[in-house]
C-alpha cells in the first residue's frame, strides 16, 4: 500500500465518525425539539365551563336590571327598568352590556364571590362624581339555582334598591 490509499482509509473512517456524529446531534436536536413544541402547546381549560363550578354563576346572563327609589318628600316609588346581559368569567372578569343608554352604565372589571356575596370592582365606575347611571359596583348578595341568577344590592338603603333578575344563556 502506497501513502495514497492510507489517506483514503483515513479519509473514510474520518467521514463515517462524522456522519454518526451528525446522526447524534440530529436526533439530540429532534428530541429537544419535541419537548420544547409540546411545552408550547397549551391544553385550554375554561374554568367557566368546569363541572366543580356549578355552585357558582359563571357564564353569560340576560335579563332585567331594576332600580326601584323611594321619593322622601312624597313617599312614592319610582321603578326603572332595562335589559341587560351579564358576562362573569374566571378568565375575564364581568361585562354589562345591553341596554345601557339611560339607566344602567355598560362596565367591566374583576369580581369575586362566595356562595351568597358578590363583589364587583367597575374600572368604568367614576371616581370623582356621582353618576346618574348605575353601575355594578361593589357589594351584592345573590341568590343562583344554576339557571336563574338574582343579585340584589348588599348595602341595605330606606330610599335605593337595585336588583338584577337573569336567566343563564345555554
Given at each position: 500500500?502506497?501513502?495514497?490509499?492510507?489517506?483514503?482509509?483515513?479519509?473514510?473512517?474520518?467521514?463515517?465518525?462524522?456522519?454518526?456524529?451528525?446522526?447524534?446531534?440530529?436526533?439530540?436536536?429532534?428530541?429537544?425539539?419535541?419537548?420544547?413544541?409540546?411545552?408550547?402547546?397549551?391544553?385550554?381549560?375554561?374554568?367557566?365551563?368546569?363541572?366543580?363550578?356549578?355552585?357558582y354563576?359563571?357564564?353569560?346572563?340576560?335579563?332585567?336590571?331594576?332600580?326601584?327609589h323611594?321619593n322622601?318628600?312624597?313617599?312614592?316609588?319610582?321603578?326603572?327598568?332595562?335589559?341587560?346581559?351579564?358576562?362573569?368569567?374566571?378568565?375575564?372578569?364581568?361585562?354589562?352590556?345591553?341596554?345601557?343608554?339611560?339607566?344602567?352604565?355598560?362596565?367591566?372589571?374583576?369580581?369575586?364571590?362566595?356562595?351568597?356575596?358578590?363583589e364587583?370592582?367597575?374600572?368604568?365606575?367614576?371616581?370623582?362624581?356621582?353618576?346618574?347611571?348605575?353601575?355594578?359596583s361593589?357589594?351584592?348578595?345573590?341568590?343562583?339555582?344554576g339557571?336563574?341568577?338574582?343579585?340584589?344590592?348588599?348595602?341595605?338603603?330606606?330610599?335605593?334598591m337595585?336588583?338584577?333578575?337573569?336567566?343563564?344563556?345555554?
Amino acid at each position: 500500500m502506497g501513502g495514497g490509499q492510507k489517506s483514503k482509509v483515513i479519509l473514510i473512517l474520518g467521514e463515517r465518525g462524522s456522519t454518526q456524529i451528525m446522526k447524534n446531534k440530529l436526533i439530540y436536536l429532534s428530541l429537544l425539539s419535541l419537548v420544547f413544541i409540546s411545552g408550547c402547546i397549551k391544553s385550554y381549560h375554561d374554568p367557566d365551563s368546569d363541572p366543580v363550578n356549578n355552585n357558582y354563576p359563571l357564564g353569560i346572563f340576560t335579563g332585567k336590571f331594576m332600580r326601584i327609589h323611594k321619593n322622601t318628600l312624597t313617599s312614592k316609588y319610582d321603578t326603572v327598568t332595562a335589559n341587560l346581559k351579564l358576562v362573569l368569567s374566571t378568565n375575564t372578569g364581568y361585562s354589562v352590556s345591553g341596554d345601557t343608554t339611560v339607566y344602567h352604565a355598560g362596565s367591566y372589571g374583576s369580581f369575586s364571590e362566595d356562595f351568597v356575596n358578590m363583589e364587583f370592582n367597575d374600572v368604568t365606575s367614576p371616581v370623582n362624581y356621582t353618576t346618574k347611571k348605575t353601575h355594578l359596583s361593589g357589594y351584592y348578595t345573590y341568590k343562583y339555582n344554576g339557571s336563574y341568577l338574582e343579585i340584589v344590592n348588599g348595602v341595605k338603603s330606606d330610599t335605593l334598591m337595585c336588583s338584577y333578575h337573569l336567566t343563564k344563556m345555554k
